[in-house]
């Protein structure tokens, strides 16, 4: 156990317990950081972006002030989603390969068609409706540079006739259904990627895809929440309770199905008892000790949901303060807890050989191209792209404000 | 009225540049395609994959442990130094049970020591740490690429730069292949690699150089027990030794429950090989 924590923070030679295949006992893993970020960040798109699509397609008008932080928080997580795969290829030079010349059997070259269809047909289209009338309006109002990116972004499509506007409703609206199960196959099909490895038994299993969905929508919701609360603060701007009760509901209920479906994953892993079990058991009492019991379930699943649960029946007899803290700390230990989910996944199928005959640790990099830098590094990246967002796109006076014709308006379409 | 136009136009633009890249993208594919199948393999010209189908037999009994094969390969495909093998030899050393456990042997002891490649001429296994008359059954394991007929290798390549030859081979494109290492994570067997060099996957190849030009596998030619046994089954002559290993043994493949069906067929296996 205490191995596992000492080869997360500082480096220590490599240690093999029992027997594992020659090619197997390398120094470093085949799949590290980067490939435990990448699902990270794609989750966090899908989630934030589902989150957004309860305004738009269930018309939940208490969740209307942040439904264009939460775009534009899937966007700036969306254009980071495929930095990790990328940095992590032996041939970055050859990346685009995955498109020009992809294998259709292939998880990871389909994925590359999900992306390209999700943040081009989805995403940018849906902001772009909703944003048109703004471009328009701030082109014509902001000088300069700034007022130029406006003007680009119009497209020169400047018509803001009611009629124009009414079918940008209505593009809106339909692309949001289109993004749902969007979304739901962008965050699917990554699950997919480990869940197709039939020769890995931590991997190899039906519930992964699904599993990854209902987490990437815990994460995301908590990214929200984490987003919204830093920026209320950040503009010295009060926070919208009943916003912030109605992200928590949902939150609560998103990761009590998580929570339940990843219990229904590990009860029937231990009834089956398959191929490989001893290994398993081996990885959740041993290697994984940390970052999955105390990490994933405790930190990132039991306290939220009691903190979260404990709000839904007592909202109203706790102070506002308490309750921002409250949903503020149970969105953090959340997005930790996800992070912890995709280490577990990630690594622990790399911890064991796939003889079921031993065990690995290894040494993790700090700098080197697969190194903890580079991957702290595109963690910050999207948050430093959220910002240059929200400063373009989210002005101080009209900020966190729904769009005009939401969801009211939208409802008519 | 003139700015609906515009919209549609952009619309239509933008509908156009997505329509022209998948029909790139399309284009790129079929060119892929027939690059699998003229791949530039290394075999010579004029050899035929179709009228060729490779098999590699190894009779367990057979196998003494020398390691020679493991270290012919590596020098025979340039495989770099350190844990990064083609082919390698595990030793299973299987223990008497304890008395009164009422089980009928102990737990396997596996290892399989630098591939188990002899350094200096002395053997690369070292002295079991078991009493000789503690163990029940000591045996050698040669392994390798299994050949098999699914690979799940080439079925989660993105690019498509690892193939199944009609031949039986299952094949790298080292040009082409963008190291992903998706197939190190597939491959049941551990077979496949990450070369530190190249920066590309590899695996055993049957020797392609080799066998495409009539000669054995470099792990073949140097077996001084014959326990690897390799030929064409669309070529069988009457002496064949395939023919006759088939003849003599009943056969088995390894983790026959992932349906890869391997080209690799083991006689005298042990239920504890994996």
Redesign the interface.
Known sequence: MINEVTNIVVETLPQIQGYVYPNESNVHPVWSVLIVIYPYITGLVAGAFIMASLVRVFNVKALAPVYRMSMLTALAFLLCATLPLLCHLGHPERNYEVMMTPHMTSPMAIFGFVYAWYLMAVLLLELWFDFRQDFVKWSKTTPGFQGLIYRVLTLGVTDVSEQSVRLDMKMEWILSIVGIPSAFLLHGYVGFIFGSIKANPWWGNVLMPIMFILSAIVSGIALCVFNYIVLTWIRRKTVNMRCLDAMAMFLFYALLVDAVIETLDVLHRGFAAEEGFAVLQTMIREKLFYTLNIGQVGIGTLVPLLMLGALQLLRHRVPEAVRRTMIFCSGAMILFGVLMMRWNVVMGGQFFSKSFRGVMSYKMEFSGQEGWLLGAAIMCLPFIILTVLVKLFLSESEQLQPCEHLPENSSKT | MK??I??RS?LLRMGGA?AGLLT??AA??A??AV?TVFVSTSAPKGYDPTKHKWLMCIDDNKCIGCGLCAEACKKENGVPEG???RT?I?RYIIPKPKPGSGETRGE?I???P??GIPKGGVSAFPEPTLPKDQIEHAFFVP?LCNLCENP?C???????ATFKAPDGAVLIDPK???????C???????????NPV???AEKCSLCYHRITRNLKPACVEICPAEARIFGDLNNLHADDPIQKFYEKNRVQVLKP??GTEPRVLYAALDKEV?
């Open positions: 700015n609906q515009n919209r952009s997505l790139l993208s790129k594919t060119k892929a690059q844990p990064y093998f390698w595990e396997a596996v290892d399989s630098n591939g392994k799940p080439v079925q989660v390549c993105p690019v498509g082409y292949c963008i190291g992903c290492a998706f190190v994570q597939a491959c049941p067997y551990g077979a496949r690699f990450l190249t920066k590309t429950h992932l994996r």
